[in-house]
């Protein structure tokens, strides 16, 4: 990876909520959901609070939303429901949430995936945006796309000592007018 931390910063936890959206998943099979926690944990971030909610865009809405407005949460990660089906309306719901999207990490996402899964790649609607100072991340549903979205890109950004620049940093600047 071309980034590096620098031992000379510590390292800042964040608080992370993490969204399953899925029909058919429960905690106990919730593998996707399961695996975002374990990386932040392990990174030494907070999990700020953690659910599954069905595919539907005003559910998943309600809840990103209440994240957005709660000061404590600083980033949302979403797994599922950025596919091109019927049911899949992730984005639909995330989008009109957004002040500003950063175009790059979808970018990003789906070029480190078609190493893996080639032009099926396209049909992944990966994103990210920033909403009332907190990040939002959506992922898709498979727990290879959550492992490589935040071992390739998401945690390295969130962590303060990641150089030459990352998300956290301008975390406190976020909401500058």
């Not at 909520?17 to 990386?39: M, N, Q």
């Not at 407005?69 to 984005?91: K, L």
């Not at 990490?105 to 099926?120: K, N, P, Q, V, W």
Request: with cysteine.
């Amino acid at each position: 990876m071309a980034h590096n931390n620098n031992t000379d910063r510590q390292f800042i936890p964040l608080n992370i909520a993490v969204l399953t959206v899925s029909d058919s998943r429960t905690e106990e099979t919730d593998k996707s959901g399961a695996l975002l926690v374990e990386r932040l944990e392990s990174a030494g971030h907070h999990q700020a609070d953690k659910r599954i909610e069905p595919d539907d865009k005003f559910r998943i809405r309600a809840t990103v939303s209440a994240w957005i407005a709660d000061p404590a949460v600083e980033v949302i990660i979403t797994t599922g429901g950025t596919g091109v089906t019927g049911r899949d309306g992730t984005p639909e719901a995330i989008l009109p949430l957004l002040e500003k999207v950063i175009d790059g990490f979808g970018e990003m996402f789906r070029a480190l995936s078609y190493e893996d899964i080639g032009g099926s790649t396209m049909q992944s609607r990966a994103l990210c945006g920033v909403a009332n100072g907190t990040y939002v991340f959506c992922l898709p549903g498979s727990t290879g796309a959550c492992r490589d979205g935040w071992d390739k890109l998401i945690g390295a950004q969130l962590d303060y000592r990641t150089r030459p620049c990352n998300f956290a940093e301008m975390l406190p600047r976020l909401m500058e007018t």
